[in-house]
């Protein structure tokens, strides 16, 4: 079951890097931002972490989440990629609106990248603490 798994996530991945590579090249002029391509970016990384938090679940073999370092990387990841789907999502709509507006959003982005790299940053040092102490 776990090969398949993978073998679909491999052609999604493939497919992914097919459709960004044509779009670049032939469909999406390189002045323009493009969104679409960056909200099926998205659309797969929040994927593959939604897949692997169900796979934490079913498993049920962390004792506790808190200690657990991929837990905490794949958490922002999960939130970062949430925001920022909808800040590409919403991009056109962003630059038709107010200047200040646009400034907020740019904020919010800023505030996610924060929260990206703090929790990545607690998860490494579980992970170093983990190393240290002779945990696998």
Request: glycine fraction near 4%; aromatic fraction near 18%; proline fraction near 3%.
């Amino acid at each position: 079951m776990k090969n398949i798994k993978r073998r679909y996530f491999l052609v999604l991945g493939v497919l992914f890097v097919v459709y960004w590579g044509v779009n670049s090249l032939f469909i999406q002029s390189i002045y323009e931002f493009p969104t679409l391509p960056n909200s099926l970016g998205d659309m797969l990384i929040i994927l593959f972490a939604i897949v692997y938090f169900y796979n934490v679940m079913l498993e049920a073999n962390i004792m506790k989440l808190a200690d657990e370092p991929l837990v905490w990387i794949n958490t922002a990841i999960l939130i970062y990629f949430t925001g920022n789907l909808f800040y590409y999502i919403l991009f056109n709509v962003i630059l038709e609106a107010s200047r200040e507006f646009s400034k907020i959003t740019v904020a919010f982005s800023c505030a996610l990248m924060a929260l990206l790299y703090s929790l990545m940053t607690v998860g490494f040092f579980k992970a170093r603490k983990r190393k240290h102490a002779g945990q696998p």
